[in-house]
């Protein structure tokens, strides 16, 4: 299990609309990043929420409503890496679950094992092999790690993952549509279900494909206020997504205004340079709230997309398949007001 050392504020230092990105979301070819500096040095602000490589002494087991939630400690790194004395016990009342609204073992499934090709390192495997009548009474398919209820929200924070997208993923190059909805994270700002929440809003990363024919498959990411009305989008075909290779996924978020808001996404093969995929300008709040008081929930690790995805891939004897692996969040204290 690798851990990584970074330091996030240099994200808040670069200008505040990166060479290439427009404020409305619509993005040039990517800047490039300077690699950041090592962490806690010059920044007291810095805080490391939690962190987790799901070496074997974490374990996954039930919970209510057939989900599931991780608990143990991953004794691999020093500190921060209790699922439930870390990372439950800091979100002082929020919850961290696995879930999935429905489904079986037999559709779906999360679970920590050896990594393959290196049994020496534990992963977290998301798998969907079918679809189901699941949440809105839609058919459809979803693995997705919760951080809900947060009672002090973020309003600044900074996440780092690794992972791993089965070679199963290329049979979607030959999906005969494009592909709007296959999602892997969803940030909440405020959760848009809860009805004390007046002023839902998300942002939604996924992976794509720009057209019917056959191609690569690329990120996409836009922003919704409640009701799936949306208030900005970014593309960027340039960044292909890496598939059978591991890569880390870091992600940036500063809540503001259409001036003020922040929300970036950068990759880095395993072995390769980082590249910005997106660096949106934009608002990260709902577009009508005018006392915003940040992030209260988000899914950092999500596998989640329609039946018509889920069935092309069944036909073919395959399945959507994430292995992933050395979780970090990070928040700003200085934000958290």
């Known amino acids: 299990m690798k851990y990584y050392t970074f330091f996030f504020l240099f994200l808040f230092l670069l200008p505040t609309i990166a060479a290439g990105c427009e404020s409305n979301g619509e993005l040039l070819p990517p800047p490039i990043v300077?690699?950041?500096a090592e962490p806690g040095k010059g920044d007291a602000a810095a805080e490391l929420v939690f962190q987790s490589g799901f070496e074997p002494d974490c374990r996954i087991v039930s919970a209510p409503n057939s989900d599931n939630d991780i608990i143990g400690i991953d004794h691999t790194l020093s500190e921060k890496n209790d699922f439930v004395k870390d990372l439950d016990e800091a979100l002082n009342g929020g919850k961290f679950q696995i879930q999935y609204t429905g489904g079986d073992e037999s559709k779906r499934f999360a679970r920590i094992i050896?990594?393959?090709?290196?049994?020496?390192?534990?992963?977290?495997h998301f798998?969907?092999?079918?679809?189901?009548?699941a949440s809105e009474n839609e058919v459809k398919a979803r693995i997705q790690a919760n951080i809900y209820s947060i009672p002090k929200p973020y309003k600044e924070f900074y996440q780092r993952v690794r992972l791993f997208l089965h070679k199963d993923f290329k049979a979607l190059r030959?999906?005969?549509q494009p592909i709007n909805w296959l999602t892997i994270a969803e940030f909440w700002n405020n959760e848009w279900w809860v009805e004390s929440e007046l002023y839902g809003f998300r942002i939604t990363l996924g992976i794509g494909k720009p057209t019917a024919a056959e191609s690569d498959l690329n990120f996409i990411l836009d922003a919704q206020d409640a009701g799936q009305i949306k208030v900005w989008e970014a593309k960027n075909t340039a960044v292909k997504v890496p598939i059978d290779q591991w890569f880390t996924l870091e992600y940036y978020f500063r809540e503001g205004n259409k001036d003020t808001g922040r929300f970036t996404v950068t990759i880095t093969p395993d072995g390769g340079e980082k590249q910005t995929v997106f660096d949106v300008t934009n608002y990260t709040h709902n577009s009508h709230d005018l006392a915003p008081?940040?992030?209260?929930?988000?899914?950092p690790m999500k596998l989640y997309t329609s039946r018509e995805v889920v069935e092309f891939m069944k036909n073919q004897g395959k399945a959507l398949q994430i292995?992933?692996?050395d979780f970090e969040l990070w928040v700003n204290k200085k934000m958290e007001l």
């Not at 798998?127 to 009548?133: I, N």
């Open 34 to 36: 300077t690699p950041p």
């Open 174 to 176: 030959q999906y005969p």
């Open 114 to 124: 050896p990594e393959p090709n290196n049994p020496s390192n534990h992963v977290l």
């Open 293 to 299: 008081n940040g992030l209260s929930g988000y899914n």
């Open 127 to 133: 798998w969907l092999g079918d679809s189901w009548l």
């Open 323 to 325: 292995y992933w692996d």
